[in-house]
């Protein structure tokens, strides 16, 4: 498994997927995880014990993780999204939780959330930016040509919605990790020119030039 160093115990929540749309709906960039706190601190239980339970940790969350894969492999793409919803509601600060999500949520053609999902992964953990080759997306599919497909759909998409700083984010994204090191930098410049604060996307800018100039 991909999960490592994680704490023992977790307060048992409900209706987590929601918190996350709630926080989602509420904060993009740097205020997101702050949106998810306000939402989980709101009353979720669903019995008459206002005390919560607990349980350990990292079996809790190690299952959300592969429960995701699996769905994720099998191309359930839209429950593969909400089992790493919970993921993510219960690591939010967790940056392979959030890759996950975004990954997810590209395979189902939800561009905003996987744009918003991968931004918050590389901003909590630059060090995803120097494992390109062990995080190349296609690995993650069975089928490499359906990733290519996807990748296409998205190039479409993109072509028809000039101006969406998203689209041009999660093409760059995908173009660095794949090692389309020139591709990168145009999509990359292109979301800047957009959204000049974007801080996910002004790292990969800054690590793709570094590999071309290599």
Known sequence: SACHGYYRDVVV?????????????????????????????????????????????????????????????????????ETFKDAVVARPLDAIAKLNLGHAAFAAGRYDLSAFSLRRALILDESLIERAAELNPRGRYADASTYEHQLLRLEEKAKDATGEADLAFLR?????????IKDAITALEETLQLDPNDKAANKLHAAALNKLAK
């Open 13 to 81: 929540l409900h209706s987590t997927a929601d918190a996350y749309d709630a926080g989602y709906e509420d904060g993009y960039y740097d205020g997101a995880v702050n949106s998810y706190r306000r939402q989980l601190s709101r009353p979720v239980f669903t019995t008459n014990d206002a005390t919560p339970s607990t349980r350990p940790f990292k079996s809790e969350y190690e299952e959300m993780l592969d429960d995701g894969a699996k769905q994720f492999r099998d191309g359930d793409y839209d429950r593969a999204v």
């Open 172 to 180: 760059g994204y995908h173009y660095f990790f794949e090692g389309r």
